[in-house]
């Protein structure tokens, strides 16, 4: 399966602090992308990164993407209680045209 | 900021039923999607849809889905008879272009219930 992983399920921060997410895939990508999901909510977009960029960042928003370890991090720093949300990773593969493959997602609490 | 707009945001069915869920890309976007999440699992891609024909779908999407696009804005989503295990979170997305480099934007979703 395609499919990314994020790690961990679930992890609760004191507002502030920053949030560490991680995303495993297990073949091939030519993208990756992370998405937000509030509860109930659509998806939003955060930030997409492409198979030959390293590091990207937007905001407060830091993504790394390590193909050799077909890994991906998502790092929000400083965070708030705005933050609280669902994370995922989601996965473009060459040959598999344009659908995006979605992991379970991390669900962060920040606590004010 | 351009958004992608579903109606309605609840739907609730009788098991059956045919369902119609509404989708209004951006409007400059060429191509377009269906994903669902069933309630605490994954995010899953059923079909994508670009000059008017589908490019491709999943195993999710057999005979009892269509999709459509009636309009110069409209994407449409049918269900022909409706199983208790269509309930789930059905999202629409729409990209310029199909390469997925730049990312999709997604509506906020229908919450399909069959009861």
């Known amino acids: 399966s395609q499919q990314g992983e994020e790690d961990p399920q679930a992890l609760s921060i004191q507002e502030g602090e920053n949030a560490t997410m991680n995303c495993s895939y297990k073949t091939s ?15 939003v977009h955060l930030i997409l990164i492409r198979s030959n960029e390293r590091e990207k960042h937007s905001g407060r928003l ?13 790092l929000i720093t400083a965070s708030r209680a705005a933050d609280t949300a669902s994370y995922f990773c989601a996965t ?3 040959n598999t045209g344009n659908q995006f493959y979605f992991g379970t997602g991390t669900s962060l609490t920040v606590i004010p | 900021e351009p958004e992608v707009t579903q109606t309605p945001s609840h739907q609730v069915t009788q ?3 045919e369902v119609i869920l509404r989708c209004v890309p951006i409007s400059n976007h060429l191509y377009f999607y269906w994903y669902r999440q069933i309630l605490g699992q994954k995010v899953e891609f059923l079909v994508s849809f670009y000059n008017n024909e589908i490019s491709e779908k999943s195993e999710i999407f057999d005979d009892q889905f269509s999709v459509e696009r009636p309009d110069g804005s409209n994407f449409t989503l ?20 199909g390469t997925g480099l730049d990312g999709y934007t997604f509506g906020s979703g229908t919450r399909l219930t069959v009861v």
Do not use: H
Request: net charge positive.
């Open chain 1, 92 to 94: 473009g593969a060459p």
């Open chain 2, 15 to 17: 098991m059956g039923q």
């Open chain 2, 78 to 97: 049918k269900i022909r008879s409706t199983k208790l295990e269509d309930s789930a979170m059905y999202f629409c997305a729409s990209s310029f272009t």
């Open chain 1, 62 to 74: 830091r993504v790394t993407l390590d193909t050799s370890k077909k890994s991906s991090s998502l």
């Open chain 1, 29 to 43: 990508i030519n993208n990756l992308q992370w998405y937000r999901q509030n509860s109930g909510r659509g998806l």
